[in-house]
């Protein structure tokens, strides 16, 4: 490429200036297409089939038969998917609330200096390293009702067993226990980011003006640490609604259909049942949901910023 | 360890020369240098041919690559890859109790009977006949094909604490009503002893539930037409027995109880009955893992107001119709299901075989650690076995639509209108199935 295609100068002659970004596009068109390519394979692609299959009646093994808008239909007159929704929008709410309440308080007290605090952190953060489905098989060993060490550990004190996860009662909040003993320290390892950042001037001048901590903490950490939060709040609620093998593994959605998620449910209809048809009317529905609440917590974030 | 290997081999001797002379007549190795994949499902069984693999592998010269695969997971990838049309593997484990119906119709797997008949295909040790009846007309398909080779059947027998019965004064039931009245007489929640742990994790209940209903007049939860039976009289009855078991005589939280958690809370000493697959006897008997060893009772399932059952559930081994290789997976079927293998899984705990041949090894028996009661109870058990569950396509459907029924009944609510409302939404599922 000579010096003057770039500036439309030749030979001392003002010519028409070319825009430079079209030059540029037509030229280097062709460095996108291994990503464009990706792009098209695992994202664009499988969406495209999901909603083809999702207007199809098709079980594995038998014949495929386009039903148009039926499977829809058929998805929001089931009672079962109606209470996986709600189900799904509760774990979702607990596995978010109680990992973000946990994780800032922790974040807050690990910021603070004391004797072997490295030590502190790095047990804190221990349960993050494990993998989901070891840490649900022993967690599920230990709420067996009659053998499990937690029962064992309340009845020792002198307090009433527990049902645990065999109980539709107290199943979902037993399974946010496991979530938030496993996601806390991510939440914790985010905001003491942010609080190392934070700059110390407000609190000089706060403390000047007879602050105390709490309102300190109530007035200039919370605010500064603001958009920490709202980042992890952002991964927490990704992780809470996809939630699978957690609950899968202790559960299986059970007793009943006391834990079953909408993830579950997708689960049994494609892998199941072989329902890929009604599975992909799922997916397609789940992901407007996911959308939805995305759109929500960019909003939250954007007031964040501004705030 | 080397000793049960030692003894398995000193068992298996004259089924070995009885081969070996066999071998002389018939081509082994026809397939020499060809290569085979091999899907089984992780359980003892699988442990044990992956083994002793190498055996087949110097037999024929084929080499083989396997994989074992968690049972759930097992069978979705099964459907799935028969579905693409060109599966990765030439022999498979399956199911017959899931997927019996769903790869018959598919036609995914080929019939045996012209592989069976063909002496150049067949080894003349193969002995058909040897195979239970039961078993080859449990893999039979309706349209009579033979598409799978039988190679585990798994019967639901009732293990019982002997130690519970006895310092209570407790006989072991008759009748599978009589099952309930010892569960109550044998459940003591301030000593923490139940008389009764069972299946309560919904789809995985159906299985206990069927071992009722097979008990009863109706015995079949679809009839021979296709229609549901499950909110008949006789259902109410068997869930009616099934609630009473699970609410008053069964351990707080049994309603999310899969097999696991009840083999752990009988090897523990925590339960008077448990009736659940032979297959799972091992542990028991095992002075490591359980509290209960020497003084476990395998009992037959007792019989009910119609008829004297006890579940039937299985495995066996596929070829599929895509295989490239059908030649040498046949061969390596042959092995799989031979008499020294099917010895080694009678002689292991692993379960009970589908030959015929390791039930009449009165050597094999004496020389096991399992006690005289467990193989009879296993012998007596083949006799009476029953299909617990309905031979349709949409079988986990059914599990799961009854299964969550039965959850809902032990949490209290009405037997007969959760039996209705599952039938009613079941019904269409199985119409639908059924119009292909």
Known sequence: MSASAGTGVAGGVATPARPLRRNYARRYAGFIVPAAVVVVAVIVFPWVFTLYMSVHDWKIGGARSYVGLENYITLFSDERFGWAVLRTLWFTLLAVVAPMVLGVLAAVCFHRKFPLRGVARTIFILPMMATPVAVALVWTMMFHPQLGVLNWILTSLGLPPSAWVYDASTVIPTLVLVETWHWTPLVMLIVLGGLASLPTDPYEAAKIDGANGWQAFRHITLPLLMPFIVVSLIIRTIDALKAFDTIFVITQGGPGTASETINILLYLQAFAFYQMGYASAIVVVFFAIIILLALALLWTRSRARIA | ?436
């Open chain 2, 1 to 436: 360890m080397k000793r049960r290997t030692l003894l398995t081999a000193t068992l298996a001797a004259p089924a070995l020369v009885e081969s070996v002379g066999a071998q002389q007549a018939f081509d082994w190795r026809r397939f020499r240098g060809e290569k085979i994949e091999v899907s089984l499902t992780a359980n003892p069984r699988s442990q044990l041919l992956l083994r002793h693999q190498k055996e087949f592998e110097e037999l024929t010269g084929i080499r083989v690559g396997s994989e074992s695969i968690p049972e759930q997971q097992s069978r979705q990838k099964v459907v799935i890859e028969f579905a693409s049309g060109r599966p990765s593997f030439d022999v498979v484990g399956i199911s017959l109790h899931v997927s019996k119906r769903l790869i018959g119709r598919a036609k995914w797997t080929t019939d045996l009977r012209p592989l069976i008949a063909d002496p150049t295909m067949t080894s003349p040790d193969f002995d058909f006949d040897d195979y239970g009846k039961g078993a080859v007309a449990y893999a039979t398909q309706p349209d009579g094909r033979l598409d799978t080779l039988p190679e585990f059947t798994d019967y639901h027998i009732i293990y019982w604490n002997k130690e519970m019965f006895d310092a209570k004064g407790v006989a072991y039931p008759r009748t599978l009503e009589e099952i309930y009245t010892a569960a109550k007489a044998l459940t003591d929640p301030s000593k923490g002893q139940y008389g009764w742990v069972g299946r309560g994790l919904k789809n995985a209940n159906i299985t206990l539930w069927a071992a009722f209903l097979i008990g009863t007049k109706q015995r079949d939860s679809v009839s021979s037409d296709m229609k549901l039976l499950t909110d008949t009289d006789d259902a109410v009855w068997a869930s009616e027995l099934y609630t009473k078991l699970m609410r008053e005589c069964a351990p707080p939280g049994s309603i999310g109880f899969n097999w696991n958690e009840c083999q752990t809370t009988f090897s523990q000493g925590r339960a008077a009955m448990w009736l659940d697959g032979v297959g799972f006897a091992a542990p028991l008997e095992d002075k490591t893992k359980s509290r209960i060893a020497g003084k476990v009772g395998y009992g037959v399932a007792p019989p009910g107001p119609g008829h004297h059952h006890c579940g039937l559930y299985g495995s066996s081994f596929g070829i599929p119709e895509a295989s490239r290789n059908r030649g040498p997976a046949w061969f390596y079927a042959q092995w799989a299901t031979n008499k020294i293998n099917q010895l080694r899984y009678f002689t292991n705990g692993a379960g009970a075989p589908a030959r015929q041949s390791p039930l009449r090894n009165e050597e094999a028996i004496r020389s096991s650690h399992f006690p005289r009661e467990f193989f009879d109870c296993l012998i007596e058990s083949g006799r009476i076995a029953y299909p617990g569950l309905p031979e349709i396509v949409p079988v986990t459907e059914f599990r799961d639509t009854l299964g969550v029924a039965l959850t809902n009944m032990i949490g209290g609510a009405d037997i007969r209108s959760e039996l209705r409302k599952a039938t009613d939404a079941f019904r269409p599922v199985l119409e639908k199935s059924e119009q292909g």
